[in-house]
């Protein structure tokens, strides 16, 4: 049976003192960047392991992390959790997923048993939540990443730079020689409103199309509140000839309803998704879609709270996720 790795082999390995390896895991003092980084890739190179009980009992804190989020079955949020997951297992951090249903209880729930098992860390996608929420978790002085549209005050941020993507999108239906365009929205009760729309909508009067507000529906981001808005929208007496939709789970929403109504997409309608989940090149027509990837958010996230763990620095960080815009086969 091999020998545990100890945290002297870690101190040996970097060059520094167990000490140092001691205040780089726990966060109790500021260490250099360099340092930091020699004594991680130690820790990746031999396979060292936290005694998690011991460091439970002598920070007070346990390994664990949340991440809470709205909807698990979606596949953008089960990438971000095994990319979390990667990122921190080697600093003997381990993911907790939680999943809210979009409900404002059962977040604020969540929020209030991570202070109560003294979580190491949250990342969270928060959907219904005000930025008083975070109140008592702050207070406990447990470090939280939010991934969000919006920011919720003093905490830690990944949000998406999409302006340039989605000027890509309107000038591909605009090619199309579409003129009116439509959207299914998240619900209008979804913490600060729908920054999406609202680009949308800045940005398509540059082409000459205006999104009034008879032509935007509004669920849950399901599939079932697709199929419910595409079907609301192809009612009206000026029908929409582009639907945008909030997420990729809309879109194959409205892409069924489509098929049952027997109408083409991209030939009388087309179709832009957002985020690019795993399905969205599966499905026929692949969906053309804006790539907001989990991955990079999971990386972000992860570096923003190992920061915070380590106690380098007191400011809030924003992290800015770039998405690109995928032409495939619904446009």
């Known amino acids: 049976m091999p020998e545990r790795v100890t945290m002297a082999d870690v101190a040996r390995v970097a060059g520094v003192s167990s000490a140092t390896v001691s205040y780089v895991l726990s966060g109790k003092r500021p260490v250099a960047p360099e340092t930091r980084a020699a004594v991680e890739s130690a820790i990746s190179d031999l396979g060292f392991s936290v005694n998690a009980t011991a460091r439970s009992l002598r920070t007070g804190r346990s390994s664990l992390v949340a ?33 809210t249903g979009a409900r404002r209880d059962e977040e604020r729930a969540l929020l209030a048993e991570a202070v109560q098992q003294r979580f190491a860390g949250v990342v969270i996608t928060p959907f219904r939540l005000r930025a008083q929420d975070f109140q008592p978790i702050a207070d406990a002085g447990i470090p939280v990443v939010v991934s969000a549209d919006v920011s919720f005050g003093p905490l830690d941020l990944v949000t998406p730079d999409a302006r340039a993507a989605t000027r890509r999108a309107l000038e591909q239906v605009a090619a199309a020689q579409r003129r009116r365009i439509a959207v299914i929205a998240g619900p209008r009760d979804a913490t600060g409103g729908d920054p999406r729309l609202e680009l949308l909508r800045s940005l398509a009067l540059q082409y000459g ?26 009612r009206r007496q000026h029908r929409p000839d582009a639907v945008f939709c909030s997420n990729d789970v809309i879109a194959v929403g409205a892409m069924d309803k489509a098929h049952e109504m027997g109408i083409d997409i991209p030939g009388d309608v087309a179709l832009v998704g957002h985020d690019d989940a795993s399905f969205a090149s599966l499905v026929r027509p692949r969906l053309t879609t804006i790539r907001y990837p989990a991955a990079d958010v ?25 998405a690109e815009f995928v032409a495939r086969a619904t446009v």
């Open 67 to 99: 991440l809470i989020v709205s909807d698990i079955a979606n596949p953008f949020f089960a990438q971000l959790a095994a990319t979390l997951q990667e990122e921190l297992r080697g600093l003997g951090l381990h993911v907790v997923v939680c999943n």
């Open 209 to 234: 199309m205006p999104l009034p507000h008879e032509l935007v529906v509004r669920g849950e981001h399901t599939r079932q509140a697709g199929a419910t808005g595409f079907e609301e929208l192809m």
């Open 298 to 322: 999971g990386r972000a996230a992860a570096r923003l709270l190992t920061e915070r763990l380590h106690g380098g620095r007191d400011v809030h960080r924003t992290v800015h996720i770039r």
